[in-house]
């Protein structure tokens, strides 16, 4: 008989001797005996599975159950990836932010965001600060500004309404457009004057199909006259874009929140490729400015557009992270149910195994014809899991979206079904082979005398 060599692929063995077994006539014929044999195994796993229907379904159930999940979790988390990414580019995608913040604690800590809200009130951030920002080579130029809340009407109409006090310039730099009438200008802001822009959104509720341009609103105690509407924008966060209404900073500052700082700045970089040294460089401006010696003491945070990115695909790695754990331990749970029940299927029919034994039966035939009962419950609760997740994928993004205005987009990868059947199939093979092999390792005689 003649050996392959050693140093040839043990593959290249393997296809020398199909070969071989296909040109003697033998290769069909063992097809046709593997065929046969798995045909047998697959008929005695499924009447044994008929005869114990409720807890054949239960079983799948629990498989169907964990892989619905990983799919949907799967999903979920490149819809929260990509929907957090959108609101992010609502304000565009090539800015440096300032933002004021409360000394000796980090800006997205809760320390932070309490003190804020509690009323702790930063009143350094300035204009001249955005004016010294604006000298940095790297920036082309910047809008500033402060937000409110205050209740808008017209006529009858009334709306607790988002005020954003902006720059006249802020129509250049963000990447919003005017659908009706115009923007406020430069010369406006100086003035003074009691000019709004409104978002699509608050000229649909205040105004319905009538045309708002130099129509009279009343925002708080001043009355507005509206010069323009913004195109639709969609959401930031989880307040609308559309539902805010723009006013001349200094507008706002002087007649409605009676301060002269602002909340933040934005500036928008020539190369966006430098914004991190860019943002570096603009620390450093700001503590000069506001003497400031010690980082623990900044009283304001730099962020370019990139870092905030950045810092969404690590919080959103870390949620997928999370909730894919969570997935797996419903398969697990899944795995385990498998487990029991081929368990509980070895002990019921220790008779049937040592039957069989004693007729001829290898360890190979009791070993597959349990690794069978557990594949096609795998097989099954695959099917329906893939099934569920997908439909309730689709119903989770279309909820979002037509029911709570989210862009939460509806994702099926053939990657994602192909992982969810490639783990359906693992869980049934190591939960059914423990008891597959228990079953196969019987003694005939033992089991016989069980009956």
């Known amino acids: 008989m003649r050996i392959c060599q050693p140093l040839l692929p043990f593959l290249f063995c393997e296809l020398r001797r199909t070969e071989k077994l296909w040109r003697a006539g033998k290769f069909n014929k063992n097809l046709r005996i593997m065929f046969k044999t798995f045909k047998k195994n697959f008929n005695l796993a499924s009447e044994a599975l008929w005869r114990h229907k409720l807890r054949a379904v239960l079983t799948v159930l629990g498989v169907t159950v964990g892989i619905a999940v990983v799919i949907v979790v799967l999903s979920a988390g490149q819809a929260i990836k990509d929907f957090i990414t959108g609101q992010m580019t609502v304000f565009g995608t090539d800015w440096i932010e300032v933002e004021i913040k409360v000394p000796s604690t980090a800006h997205t800590s809760i320390e932070n965001v309490g003190g804020l809200a509690q009323g702790i009130s930063i009143t350094t951030l300035k204009i001249?600060?955005?004016?010294?920002?604006?000298?940095?080579?790297?920036?082309?130029?910047?809008?500033?500004?402060?937000?409110?809340?205050?209740?808008?009407?017209?006529?009858?109409?009334?709306?607790?309404?988002?005020?954003?006090?902006?720059?006249?310039?802020?129509?250049?730099?963000?990447?919003?457009?005017?659908?009706?009438?115009?923007?406020?200008?430069?010369?406006e802001e100086k003035g003074l004057a009691k000019v709004a822009v409104l978002g699509s959104g608050i000229k649909e509720t205040l105004f319905g199909d009538e045309d708002p341009i130099n129509k009279s609103i009343r925002i708080g105690r001043q009355n507005f006259r509206v010069v323009g509407v913004m195109a639709e924008k969609g959401s930031a966060g989880f307040f609308s874009m559309?539902?805010?209404?723009?006013?001349?900073?200094?507008t706002m500052q002087k007649l409605i929140l009676g301060i002269d700082h602002l909340t933040f700045i934005f500036a928008q970089p020539y190369d966006n490729s430098l914004a991190r040294q860019t943002a570096e460089d603009i620390t450093l401006i700001m503590r000069e400015s506001h003497d400031i010696t010690d980082p623990t003491k900044d009283d304001f945070i730099?962020?370019?557009?990139?870092?905030?990115l950045?810092?969404?695909?690590?919080?959103?790695?870390?949620?997928?992270?999370?909730?894919?754990?969570?997935?797996?331990?419903?398969?697990?749970?899944?795995?385990?149910?498998?487990?029991?029940?081929?368990?509980?299927?070895?002990?019921?029919?220790?008779?049937?195994?040592?039957?069989?034994?004693?007729?001829?039966a290898k360890y190979s035939d009791i070993l597959n014809?349990?690794?069978?009962?557990?594949?096609?419950?795998?097989?099954?609760?695959g099917v329906l899991g893939i099934a569920l997740g997908v439909s309730l994928s689709f119903l989770i993004?279309?909820?979002?979206?037509n029911y709570y205005g989210f862009n939460w987009q509806f994702y099926?990868?053939?990657?994602?079904?192909?992982?969810?059947?490639g783990m359906s199939i693992a869980a049934g093979l190591i939960a059914g082979l423990y008891p597959a092999r228990q079953a196969a390792s019987l003694d005939p005689m033992v089991a016989l005398r069980k009956e």
Do not use: C
């Not at 730099?302 to 905030?308: G, R, T």
């Not at 014809?369 to 609760?381: D, P, R, S, V």
């Open 412 to 421: 099926l990868s053939l990657t994602y079904i192909a992982l969810a059947a």
């Open 242 to 250: 559309d539902d805010v209404i723009f006013l001349p900073n200094v």
């Open 302 to 308: 730099v962020m370019s557009s990139q870092e905030a």
């Open 128 to 187: 001249s600060d955005a004016e010294e920002i604006k000298k940095h080579p790297n920036i082309r130029d910047y809008y500033a500004g402060n937000v409110a809340q205050e209740v808008a009407s017209y006529k009858e109409k009334n709306k607790i309404t988002m005020l954003f006090g902006v720059s006249a310039s802020f129509i250049d730099i963000d990447p919003g457009e005017i659908m009706q009438g115009r923007f406020y200008t430069e010369a």
């Open 310 to 360: 950045e810092l969404l695909d690590t919080v959103t790695g870390v949620i997928t992270i999370l909730l894919f754990a969570i997935a797996l331990i419903s398969l697990l749970v899944g795995g385990i149910g498998i487990m029991n029940v081929m368990y509980v299927s070895v002990s019921e029919r220790t008779f049937e195994i040592g039957l069989r034994k004693a007729l001829g």
């Open 369 to 381: 014809q349990f690794l069978t009962e557990a594949i096609i419950i795998t097989i099954w609760g």
């Open 397 to 401: 993004s279309y909820v979002a979206i």
